[in-house]
């Protein structure tokens, strides 16, 4: 989780850096899965790693292509 | 690399140095402390009285399928604190996401005419026969896990998230897709000024608000604990109606 | 050596994605960064608060046919019901800094802080 969330802010492409972060909510759901927190790990799961990452490349889509810094 | 960039590292080295300190204060008589991974001593915390659900009267033994008119009356404990216990913090809740949809609602208002510019392919004909499957199902399923959410893990901000969900997919699957935005703003009324409605309708009955003034009947039946499977009716139809309008203001412009 | 790593993985480990999220608020200059650093703050937030209501060999808290009164050892329920109103919360306030962000893009042409007026760091 720790390593996906440093290449969300290293990585140049817009895109996969998004994508990173979609992961490290998809982990942090499986936590909360150990940790024994039905509830929350639904939640988390479908609101941080599904509405997230859609309205993020919704945006994405506005506003420049997908490239640069 | 830049002399801010290592400045910022120096700064976060010493912000994690000051927070590990927090947790190794040894406890002296009476005080909490944070407490080692996995230790938390629960008799010690109000959550014991939230667990006997005895926090007005003293009720002994809880039983599932068994015990009859009880204080809360639901067989999930984390429904019982958020929607009876701490239900103020809930209308809290509710109010910011209302003022979060509004505002984005606000902000991206346009006077020219709107173009929408988002999808250029079309969509594949597996996704369109697909959606037109799915989506009923879907809504379906997020029904079912708002109106039990007092038996099973779920409630009403899980139910909203997978309704807007279906709806996000009739975005991907047609590029015309126009959303009935009138009706979604009616239900969204209609669900909040039920919320509040059935609190204040408890303040002028039994003496306080949000109060619970229906009979809880036995613990683990469909019909069981009072007011919440309304509360969490209203919720959960609230929050899809506005994270469905959320996503369809970004889409179109 | 294992003994530190179990005590100190779920702790050590949220703190950490903290400090990530922080460093990327701080520092990178595109505004769409800016805003992922936050949502990772956001999510490091929601797994400590969760990871201080642990107790070993518990069980989730909720009544079944299996587990049939509340003798046995449950989980902290009051932590879970913050963090279910917390995650509902950030999802909103990411919502509005978005629609802020296509306004400033129809505005400057760029999404880069150190060319936009006002933002001057």
Same mark, same amino acid.
């Given at each position: 989780? +720790?390593?996906?969330?440093? @290449?969300? +802010? %290293? /990585? ?11 992961? =490290? ?15 929350? @790990? ?5 609101? *941080? ?21 | 690399?830049? /002399?801010? !960039? ?5 700064? #976060?080295?010493?912000l994690g140095f000051i927070i590990l300190q927090a947790f190794n204060i040894s406890p002296e008589e009476g005080q909490l402390v944070i407490n080692k991974f996995g230790e938390a001593e629960i008799e010690n915390r109000t959550a014991q009285l939230y667990i006997n659900k005895s926090v007005n009267s003293n009720n002994e033994k809880v039983v599932f399928a068994e015990s009859n008119n009880l204080e809360s009356g639901s067989a999930n404990? $984390?429904?019982?604190?958020?929607? !009876? ?31 929408? !510019?988002?999808? =250029? ?8 026969? *697909? ?30 998230? =997978?309704?807007?969900? @279906?709806?996000?997919?009739? /975005? ?11 009706? +979604?703003?009616? $239900?969204? $009324? +209609? @669900? &909040? %000024? ?12 039994? *003496? ?18 009072? #007011? ?11 929050? &899809? ?7 369809? !203001?970004?889409?179109?412009? | ?9 779920? /702790? ?8 990530? &999220? ?12 800016i805003l992922i650093g936050l949502s990772l703050m956001d999510t490091g937030v929601n797994v400590l608060l969760v990871s201080l209501g642990y107790v070993e060999n518990g069980n989730a808290p909720i009544l079944t046919s299996i587990i049939k009164n509340n003798s046995g050892a449950f989980v902290d329920p009051v932590p879970q019901a913050l963090v279910l109103t917390a995650i509902v919360i950030g999802i909103a306030i990411l919502a509005?800094?978005?629609? %802020? ?16 007026? &006002?933002?001057?760091?």
């Amino acid at each position: 989780m +720790l390593i996906s969330g440093i @290449a969300a +802010l %290293v /990585f140049d492409n817009l895109l996969n850096s998004i994508i990173a972060a979609g992961f =490290v909510s998809l982990m942090a759901s499986a936590l909360f899965y150990f940790l024994k927190a039905p509830d929350v @790990a639904m939640t988390e799961a479908a609101i *941080g790693a599904g509405l997230t990452t859609a309205i993020f490349v919704i945006t994405l889509r506005k506003t420049e292509g997908s490239e640069k810094e | 690399m830049k /002399f801010r !960039n290592i400045l910022a590292l120096i700064l #976060i080295f010493i912000l994690g140095f000051i927070i590990l300190q927090a947790f190794n204060i040894s406890p002296e008589e009476g005080q909490l402390v944070i407490n080692k991974f996995g230790e938390a001593e629960i008799e010690n915390r109000t959550a014991q009285l939230y667990i006997n659900k005895s926090v007005n009267s003293n009720n002994e033994k809880v039983v599932f399928a068994e015990s009859n008119n009880l204080e809360s009356g639901s067989a999930n404990i $984390v429904t019982s604190v958020i929607a !009876n216990y701490r239900s103020l913090d809930t209308l809290g809740e509710v109010t910011v996401l209302f003022l979060a949809a509004t505002g984005l609602a606000a902000v991206l208002y346009t006077n020219k005419k709107k173009k929408r !510019n988002f999808i =250029v392919d079309e969509a594949s004909l597996i996704l369109k026969t *697909g959606v037109k499957i799915l989506f009923p199902l879907l809504i379906l399923a997020g029904a079912y896990i708002f109106i039990h959410g007092h038996l099973t893990p779920g409630g009403g901000f899980q139910g909203g998230a =997978v309704i807007a969900t @279906a709806f996000l997919l009739k /975005f991907l699957a047609d590029r015309e897709y126009k959303l009935a935005e009138h009706k +979604l703003k009616i $239900v969204e $009324v +209609l @669900a &909040g %000024v039920s919320f509040v409605g059935l609190g204040l309708y408890a303040l002028f009955t039994e *003496g306080s608000f949000l109060a619970n003034f229906l009979q809880t009947g036995t613990v683990g039946t469909l019909f069981s604990a009072g #007011i919440i499977p309304l509360i969490y009716l209203s919720i959960g139809l609230k929050v &899809g109606a506005e994270l469905t309008s959320i996503i369809s !203001n970004l889409i179109e412009v | 050596m294992i003994s530190f790593l179990e005590e100190w993985s779920f /702790f050590g480990g949220s703190i950490l994605l903290i400090l990530i &999220g922080l460093y990327g608020v701080i520092t990178k200059r595109n505004l769409i960064k800016i805003l992922i650093g936050l949502s990772l703050m956001d999510t490091g937030v929601n797994v400590l608060l969760v990871s201080l209501g642990y107790v070993e060999n518990g069980n989730a808290p909720i009544l079944t046919s299996i587990i049939k009164n509340n003798s046995g050892a449950f989980v902290d329920p009051v932590p879970q019901a913050l963090v279910l109103t917390a995650i509902v919360i950030g999802i909103a306030i990411l919502a509005l800094g978005l629609a %802020v962000t296509i306004k400033i893009y129809e505005k400057y042409g760029t999404l880069d802080i150190s060319k936009i007026r &006002g933002l001057k760091w």
